[in-house]
């Protein structure tokens, strides 16, 4: 079961920026951290959550259904 923490603002920030700019490079540029920041905080939601939110096509990132419902 995920914990607020879990689902702390700053992580779903960090998703919903990797939505939009459909990257996570894109994201952390956006957001100004590093990449490896973005990655940490997308394994942890994702693990919270206990589904993957992401699908990756190349360099390319797309919302799952899961992706998609918690962004909306």
Do not use: K, N
């Not at 693990?47 to 998609?68: C, F, S, W």
Request: no cysteine.
């Amino acid at each position: 079961m995920a914990t607020p923490a879990d689902l702390s603002m700053t992580r779903l920030r960090i998703f919903a920026a990797v939505v939009e700019q459909r990257g996570y490079t894109a994201a952390a540029r956006s957001i100004g951290v590093s990449q490896a920041t973005v990655s940490f905080h997308m394994r942890a939601l994702e693990h919270a959550l206990g589904t993957g939110l992401l699908l990756y096509q190349g360099r390319r990132v797309l919302p799952t259904p899961a992706g998609e419902a918690l962004y909306g």
